[in-house]
């Protein structure tokens, strides 16, 4: 979550300078971070999916196994 927040953060400040300054190279910068943080998400979703099908659940108690 807090990764996010943070590219987040990163894409306002790209655009808001690019918008003070004129250019689109903050805009284009924001894009490529959307997308770093869309890949993010799709493998964190996917851990959660393979917990899923190893285990039927996705109980957090049961993850401490998963290191064994």
Do not use: P
Request: some cysteine.
């Amino acid at each position: 979550m807090s990764i996010e927040l943070m590219l987040n953060s990163a894409n306002l400040l790209w655009v808001t300078f690019a918008k003070s300054h004129g250019n689109l190279d903050g805009h284009v910068y924001a894009f490529f971070i959307m997308a770093l943080a869309a890949a993010e998400a799709c493998v964190g979703l996917s851990i959660i999916v393979l917990f899923y099908r190893k285990r039927n659940s996705v109980n957090l108690d049961h993850a401490k196994e998963m290191g064994k």
